[in-house]
């Protein structure tokens, strides 16, 4: 707020009150003219600060103006009026220099204020579960890139499977395999499901900050107790970490928990893998009965990336498999 | 801090604040008005938007030492004033009279000339007796400046009277309008019927 004075008049309107006496006692249409538009233009931007010289300038062209007036001297009067708009103009200007050098103390204000307060404290918090958020959906998108890795590599382990001997040791290593990958597997679906659940909390509390400083920036909201509200503010910031916090350890544990299995695989699993390669033998046959070519059946499974991959590390075995046949 | 207010219409240039109560806080001056106080016989500056009358001035308010016209005078600078006017038996240099009408639009330039001119001049103040002056002032001004310019009418300008008339009514109500504190926004001659 502008200073003052003792009648409770700012800086600016007592300027522009002076550019009124003056209009009162010009005689000249043009001159009373030329006055009250520089009061408009006074009125229309903040001045100086009241300690600058540009104020005592424009003063000085009041006092001159007044006298020149008095006199009844037109001309000298209207070509004062020029000298009186640039110094209004130059005190106007001051008042953007003060405001610059200002920006601090206004920033100092700014942290001291209640509802300045009460705003960062909610920005900040949109800011980092924004951040979480994003983060949250980067891990999902890496999951579901990562499950439907092992979905495919676990078709291609039973279809390669297919083609040996139970008994063989090849098929008893890609059974291992398919029992890592397949517990992998689960455990991703289970932090896909805890990871949907983080971000639906996530997303829920971001939309109910974001509405509530909606509501402080329109000033219909402010706690009566600031402190009570920062707490609770605080502790909604720790649930919502906390969660986070968890779904990332759990996330970040799969490798961990998968080199503690190593190959211990349980006998479900090695059941399920049998039960699902002798399916696909069938199928298998069924399709040789019908005249579709192995090479076919071969096209149709190399079409799937990760099967190429898998078929390298399987060829060597294929060949002492087919010696022992 | 109780106060009493004039109704006053919408459309109205200024009203006026009369204190009854014991003021405790400052008068805030809001946006688009400017206030006048008169007190001890006397106009105050206008105070403008950011500007605050102190308690001390509205505690002598409060004692009424001004009389029945003491008070703050708002007045609403961005308030357009439309005056349809019409005058008549104005003599002409060739033995005709005239007559016209029309409309004109007035805005506040100086609210403690409006005030002086329009509010004080009257016993006691009043937002009918306020208009009433106002529109009786515009209207002789009018007249006024109509029947000068009709006293020196030439020949050939009787063939474009609305043209003749309105530029130089226009002219001739700037100084008159200006020290009441009115500035003309737009004036328009409807009809112009010589006999």
Redesign the interface.
């Known amino acids: 707020m502008s200073k003052l004075d003792s009648n409770g008049y700012t800086m600016r309107s007592l300027m522009a009150n002076k550019l009124l006496d003056l209009s009162e006692a010009a005689q000249d249409l043009q001159l009373k003219t030329a006055l009250l538009r520089l009061e408009e233009q006074v009125m229309q931007r903040d001045g100086g600060p009241t300690n600058h010289q540009s104020l005592e300038k424009l003063n000085h062209a009041l006092e001159t103006a007044k006298a020149l007036i008095a006199s009844n001297s037109l001309d000298s009067s209207l070509a004062h009026v020029h000298t009186l708009k640039e110094d209004i103009e130059t005190w106007q200007a001051a008042s953007d220099t003060h405001n610059a050098q200002g920006g601090i103390w206004m920033e100092l204000k700014r942290l001291f204020s209640k509802k300045a307060r009460e705003a960062d404290k909610r920005q900040q918090m949109i800011a980092s579960l924004e951040a979480e958020m994003s983060k949250l959906d980067q891990m999902s998108a890496n999951l579901t890139a990562s499950m439907e890795k092992d979905e495919s590599t676990m078709e291609l382990l039973k279809q390669t499977a297919a083609k040996l001997q139970p008994s063989s040791g090849q098929y008893k290593r890609l059974r291992n395999q398919f029992g890592i990958v397949e517990k992998r597997h689960q455990l991703n679906t289970l932090n896909f499901q805890q990871l949907s659940r983080s971000m639906e909390y996530v997303g829920n509390q971001l939309s109910i900050i974001k509405s509530e400083q909606d509501m402080v920036a329109l000033g219909k909201y402010m706690p009566e107790n600031m402190e009570k509200a920062n707490l609770d503010l605080g502790m909604r910031m720790h649930n919502i970490e906390q969660m986070v916090e968890q779904t990332k350890i759990a996330h970040e544990g799969v490798s961990d928990i998968m080199e503690d299995i190593g190959g211990l695989i349980d006998a479900e699993t090695s059941t399920s893998f049998d039960a699902n390669v002798a399916q696909i033998r069938i199928v298998q046959e069924n399709l040789a009965v019908l005249g579709v070519s192995e090479q076919e059946q071969d096209e149709q499974l190399e079409a799937v990336p990760e099967v190429q991959e898998e078929a390298k590390l399987a060829q060597p075995n294929d060949h002492t498999t087919r010696e022992e046949e | 801090m109780a106060l009493s207010l004039f109704d006053s219409s919408r459309d109205s240039l200024l009203f006026l604040h009369q204190f009854t109560g014991k003021p405790h806080q400052?008068f805030l001056i809001s946006d688009n008005t400017e206030a006048v106080v008169f007190r001890n016989g006397e106009l105050?500056?206008?105070?403008?938007?950011?500007?605050?009358?102190?308690p001390v001035?509205l505690k002598a308010l409060h004692a009424n030492k001004a009389g029945q016209q003491g008070g703050i005078y708002i007045c609403r600078k961005q308030q357009v004033y439309t005056l349809k006017w019409g005058c008549g038996d104005i003599a002409t240099p060739f033995g005709q009279t005239l007559g016209a009408n029309g409309e004109m639009q007035v805005a506040i330039?100086?609210s403690?000339?409006l005030v002086k001119r329009f509010a004080l001049s009257l016993p006691a103040f009043s937002p009918e007796g306020f208009q009433k002056g106002m529109d009786a002032a515009l209207t002789s001004w009018i007249r006024k400046g109509l029947t000068a310019k009709a006293n020196i009418l030439e020949t050939d300008e009787m063939s474009r009277l609305d043209e003749v008339l309105f530029t130089s009514l226009e002219h001739q109500l700037?100084?008159p309008l200006?020290d009441a504190g009115l500035?003309l926004l737009h004036l328009h001659i409807e009809d112009v019927l010589v006999f």
């Open positions: 400052a105050s500056s206008p105070y403008r938007s950011g500007d605050q009358i102190p001035i330039t100086n403690r000339l700037q100084l200006m500035g």
